[in-house]
Nanobody, 124 residues
Framework: QVRLVESGGGLVQAGDSLTLSCSHS????????MGWFREAPEKGREFVGA????????HYGQAARGRFTISRDNAKKMLYLQMNDLNSGDTAVYYC?????????????????WGQGTQVTVSS
């Protein structure tokens, strides 16, 4: 069983930056990809970005591309999402997730474990 716990959400102003963290319990010998998703009211779960188990490769959803950066520190068992130039459209609950695939995918159904989510609210 893998446990994921997000932190770092909060209320920020448009144009601000924010970094989300995800503490996990993935064993260092497990080559699990990870990803970030978000869910806003009346919207489905949206892919934000994903990362290879090694941290060497990432890919992003359209809304995140160019503004958000995903990274991971496997020794510390942490996943991060650095978000810059936030706008009201980024307001959502953000979830980290882990998959048995080597790299996270865009499909939430590919992820086996999920955190409880952290709220990000961007005020314009």
């Amino acid at each position: 069983q893998v446990r994921l716990v997000e932190s770092g959400g909060g209320l920020v102003q448009a144009g601000d930056s924010l970094t989300l963290s995800c503490s996990h319990s993935i064993s260092t010998d497990k080559m699990y990809g990870m990803g970030w998703f978000r869910e806003a009211p009346e919207k489905g779960r949206e892919f934000v970005g994903a990362i290879h188990w090694s941290g060497d490769s990432t890919h992003y959803g359209q809304a995140a591309r160019g503004r958000f950066t995903i990274s991971r520190d496997n020794a510390k068992k942490m996943l991060y999402l650095q978000m810059n130039d936030l706008n009201s459209g980024d307001t959502a609950v953000y979830y980290c997730a882990a998959t048995t695939y080597a790299i996270g995918t865009r499909n939430p159904n590919d992820y086996r474990w999920w955190g409880q989510g952290t709220q990000v609210t961007v005020s314009s």
